[in-house]
């Protein structure tokens, strides 16, 4: 009977100091990002740039963090190319920067967006969002 009270006493306990850490915890996973990718600006934004030439990227795979905004910048550096990632709405047919979010977990395929020449299909990689 006295082992049953303590057990439950000390469950009881249990579950009061748990409760108790949870509430305190929630902020502090927040500044533990801090410098875990050196290529992000600021905040949840994550920059990536992605070099093209003939006939490929400087990067076949990339990946993100989900629910980050990607600001992605795209460059020639021969030839004359674009990027875009059909599944997330993304294009850019000239070097430039633009902005999405990494909203759902996946894989995606990027590729060159203009008919460059006869190694244009070869001109592909995938994004990760995980
Ligand atoms: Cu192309």
Redo the contacts with the bound molecule.
Sequence with gaps: MNKKFALAAMTMLLAVSLAACGGGNKDAGASNNEGAAPAASSGDVQAVTLKAKN?EFDQTEIRVKKGQTVKLTFENEQGI??VEIPDLNVKLDQPGTTEFVADKEGTYEF???????S??ND?VGKIIVE
């Design positions: 006939f190319h674009g590729k060159c967006s203009i008919m460059c020449g190694g244009h001109m």
